[in-house]
């Protein structure tokens, strides 16, 4: 019954290579995010998408793309991966009100570039 | 531009004494501050939250405090407990409504360590 689910938990790849990353949540929130953590442990917000509709996308790399299908996934495909892209993914969701909520973490996604 | 700063990278406290974990904004339009709690190789998962419209709010052995004048806020433990070791990271948001709405930005965290 895990709320916020990524696939998968670690991501050993090439440089140059595509790859995805996967995220489902079943809270029933409207709103789910794309955040990375560097080598430096900063948590950086990269997308956040409300019921399919971008609506955060920071200053990333258009090699990064996020797709919605629905409003319980969003995934994140990297293209021509580089050695910078490896880090720790993670995606969160929270409710869209216009009360303050907490948002939801999944448990990452480790991605390591050789 | 580190908007959210956790100035502490570690703290080590014994059990049953207060851990205090401090962070420092320089955004004023932030509104709403989280403490996250960290483990290894799993998610942040959320603690305790207060809005800009609060100076405290409590929830059993966490209290987090906000001094908007100093933009500050620090997060009590009373009593620390071993399994309160972890990395807890201080976040911010803008609020409602807009491209910022939900945005979270976080400090760089804090490991604390409770000993037995």
């Known amino acids: 019954d895990t709320a916020v689910s990524q696939t998968p938990k670690y991501l050993v790849t090439q440089m140059g290579n595509d790859k995805s990353i996967k995220c489902e949540q079943n809270?029933?929130?409207?709103?789910m995010y794309w955040y990375k953590q560097d080598s430096k442990k900063f948590l950086k917000i990269m997308f956040s998408?409300?019921?399919?509709?971008?609506?955060i996308n920071e200053t990333v790399p258009n090699r990064f793309s996020p797709k919605s299908p629905d409003k319980a996934h969003l995934n994140l495909h990297i293209n021509s991966l580089e050695l910078g892209d490896s880090a720790v993914y993670f995606c969160?969701?929270?409710?869209?009100?216009?009360?303050?909520?907490?948002?939801?973490f999944g448990d990452g996604t480790r991605l390591s570039i050789l | 531009d580190q908007q959210v700063k956790q100035n502490s990278p570690s703290l080590s406290v014994q059990e049953g004494r207060i851990s205090i974990l401090n962070c420092d904004y320089t955004?004023?339009?932030?509104?709403?501050f989280l403490w996250y709690k960290k483990y290894p190789a799993e998610g942040p998962t959320f603690l305790i939250s207060?809005?800009?419209?609060?100076d405290k709010n409590e929830d059993g052995r966490f209290t987090v405090f906000l001094n908007k004048s100093a933009k500050h806020l620090s997060l009590h433990i009373v009593p620390s407990q071993p399994g309160d070791s972890a990395v807890y990271f201080c976040?911010?948001?803008?609020?409602?409504?807009?491209?910022?709405?939900?945005?979270?930005?976080f400090g760089q965290g804090t490991i604390l360590t409770v000993h037995p």
């Open positions: 976040a911010a948001s803008g609020g409602a409504g807009g491209t910022s709405y939900g945005k979270l930005t």
């Open positions: 998408y409300n019921n399919k509709e971008l609506i």
């Open positions: 969160a969701s929270s409710p869209w009100d216009r009360e303050n909520q907490p948002q939801h």
């Open positions: 207060i809005s800009s419209i609060k």
């Open positions: 955004n004023s339009m932030f509104d709403y």
């Open positions: 809270l029933g929130h409207d709103t």
